[in-house]
């Protein structure tokens, strides 16, 4: 029997015609993983075990992500302020690429996902920049989903790197003032080769944004979760696709 139509039910959808198709899927899509550490405390763990269940997260929703056939997953795994943690935190964190991509590393080839790379790649440990710079070379052929790992990224600290090589070109009179457009620095950004993204989810209950991707989200859907990221599933991750296919984008215009 079909359901009776109730209006305030759903944004007046019908029960039936509330269905749970993700139709409409984000091209790129951005993720604060936030909540290791309390994730941990909650089980009575130490910080960094949070740290390697939320890095073991990563590859499960990068094959759900996979899955779904997003083009773009942008991950903030380190920001530029992080490096005010502890510094045995600090090191722990410095060390899970590595960790990270000697486990996955041949699964994500097998599976056609390409590993890069935004933020402040030169003050990584060089043992961090080894691992992720193989990474980034033996998957450059591939053509699935690209892993973009935010390290070492700060959304004010990029913008100023565009200001400084936009002024650097004016002296050198190798552009003119009148030429500084959105374009010109949409192209000197770290995602310069990438759309800005369609949706960010952030976990863990914090409603900021912390510094990331600050130009590059001007027009992205933002969805929270109160789940702490290794508690992050492909069930939230559904959630968020959907509430993501049910909002009107607008891009400051009118509907
Ligand atoms: C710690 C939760 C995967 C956030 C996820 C320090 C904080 C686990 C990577 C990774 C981190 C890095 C490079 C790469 C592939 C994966 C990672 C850091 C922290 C940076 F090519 N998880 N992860 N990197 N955490």
Known sequence: ???????FMNKNKTIEEKDDKIKIIPDHVAIIMDGNGRWARQRGLPRIAGHKQGMDNVKRIV????????????MYAFSTENWKRPEKEVNYLMKLPN???????PDLIEENVRVQMIGHFEQLPSHTKKAVRRAIDQTKHNTGLILNIAMNYGGRSEMVEVVKS????IRQNQIDVDQIDESLINDRLFTSHLPDPDLLIRTSGEIRLSNFLLWQLAYTEFWFTE????????????EALLAYQQRKRRYGALS
């Open 227 to 238: 789940a702490y990221w290794p508690s992050f599933s492909e069930r939230e991750f559904r």
């Open 166 to 169: 936009i002024a650097e070109d």
């Open 63 to 74: 094959e759900v992500a996979n899955s779904y056939q997003i083009k773009v997953l942008t």
């Open 99 to 105: 960790d990270f991509l000697n486990v996955y590393l």
């Open 1 to 7: 029997m079909a359901f009776k139509k109730w209006p």
